[in-house]
């Protein structure tokens, strides 16, 4: 490592962890990975990095974003963000700039409505938890855990008929907590339509943060000619970068459960 990278690097840290305090964790000293825990009106985005040798001499950090509350395209929207904070800073430390810029970020989001009270100290946010315990949907099948390095990958699989079940199945998961907090929740299906013309396939995937893998997904299921086939695959990151490891572990994940689920065609 250059030592003017290794210096600007331990100076770095120093000041983050003197700035942020409790809110700062070093992951790995050995793998230089850490994490910074953002919280501005009741919700918060954790901020993983692992600075490599060329940084901030020659290359950025490298990051990832736990937002599980946060929809995809404000989650591209802060991934934009942060790219065009190390354009206009290179050479520099950056990380001290990427944390404000998401709290800049989350300070414009409305803070949560306090739920209101209809009945029996019942409130409405629990009747609408009680309504969703009664969604109908395909069963679905979890597939083996597979760790790596503290990152925890899982699949999902049901056999659906409609975009309709598509959006049960997840609605269903994400009633799980340890889903629902996943940092990366990825999907693909492919359902085969029946038509007076004969039959068409409709497909759709969704990367939810990590980018390529849902497509990737999908094309391992084109690859195995899969038909009427949902696959979920929950990723919990555990701070250290995997690099193209994760899409092997994912599409492990993804093959995995549909044997498991029984969908796997011959």
Same mark, same amino acid.
């Given at each position: 490592?250059?030592?003017?990278?290794?210096?600007?690097?331990?100076?770095?840290?120093?000041?983050?962890?003197?700035?942020?305090?409790?809110?700062?964790?070093?992951?790995?000293?050995?793998?230089?990975?850490?994490?910074? =825990?953002?919280?501005?009106?009741?919700?918060?985005?954790?901020? #993983?990095?692992?600075?490599?040798?060329?940084?901030?001499?020659?290359?950025?950090?490298? #990051?990832?974003?736990?937002?599980?509350?946060?929809?995809?395209?404000?989650?591209?929207?802060?991934?934009?963000?942060? *790219?065009?904070?190390?354009?206009?800073?290179?050479?520099?430390?950056?990380? #001290?700039?990427?944390?404000?810029?998401?709290?800049?970020?989350?300070?414009?989001? =409305?803070?949560?409505?306090?739920?209101?009270?209809?009945?029996?100290?019942?409130?409405?946010?629990?009747?609408?938890?009680?309504?969703?315990?009664?969604?109908?949907?395909?069963?679905?099948?979890?597939?083996?855990?597979?760790? *790596?390095? =503290?990152?925890?990958?899982?699949?999902?699989?049901?056999?659906?008929?409609?975009?309709? *079940?598509?959006?049960?199945?997840?609605?269903?998961?994400?009633?799980?907590?340890?889903?629902?907090?996943?940092?990366?929740?990825?999907?693909?299906?492919?359902?085969?339509?029946?038509?007076?013309?004969?039959?068409?396939?409709?497909?759709?995937?969704?990367? *939810?943060?990590?980018?390529?893998?849902?497509?990737?997904?999908?094309?391992?299921?084109?690859?195995?000619?899969? =038909?009427?086939?949902?696959?979920?695959?929950?990723?919990?990151?555990?701070?250290?970068?995997?690099?193209?490891?994760?899409?092997?572990?994912?599409?492990?994940?993804?093959?995995?459960?549909?044997?498991?689920?029984?969908?796997?065609?011959?």
């Amino acid at each position: 490592m250059d030592s003017d990278n290794l210096t600007k690097q331990i100076e770095e840290v120093e000041a983050l962890s003197s700035i942020y305090g409790e809110d700062w964790t070093t992951e790995s000293e050995s793998n230089r990975s850490y994490n910074i =825990k953002i919280k501005e009106n009741d919700r918060e985005v954790i901020l #993983y990095v692992t600075m490599p040798p060329d940084y901030p001499g020659q290359a950025p950090p490298k #990051y990832e974003l736990s937002a599980p509350w946060m929809d995809r395209r404000e989650k591209e929207k802060l991934h934009i963000s942060l *790219d065009e904070v190390y354009l206009e800073n290179i050479g520099e430390t950056v990380i #001290y700039q990427w944390v404000e810029k998401i709290r800049e970020t989350l300070q414009k989001i =409305k803070p949560k409505e306090t739920p209101k009270k209809i009945s029996n100290n019942i409130t409405v946010d629990e009747v609408l938890d009680l309504a969703s315990l009664e969604i109908n949907c395909p069963e679905i099948t979890h597939g083996e855990v597979i760790v *790596d390095r =503290k990152s925890s990958f899982q699949g999902h699989a049901a056999e659906v008929h409609s975009v309709d *079940d598509v959006n049960a199945v997840l609605a269903k998961l994400k009633q799980n907590k340890k889903i629902l907090n996943a940092t990366h929740n990825m999907y693909a299906y492919r359902i085969e339509r029946k038509t007076e013309k004969g039959t068409s396939m409709l497909q759709d995937c969704d990367d *939810d943060g990590e980018t390529h893998a849902g497509g990737r997904m999908l094309h391992l299921l084109q690859i195995l000619d899969q =038909k009427n086939t949902l696959v979920v695959v929950s990723r919990w990151y555990g701070g250290i970068q995997l690099g193209p490891d994760r899409f092997r572990h994912i599409n492990n994940a993804t093959r995995q459960v549909i044997q498991q689920a029984g969908l796997l065609k011959k």
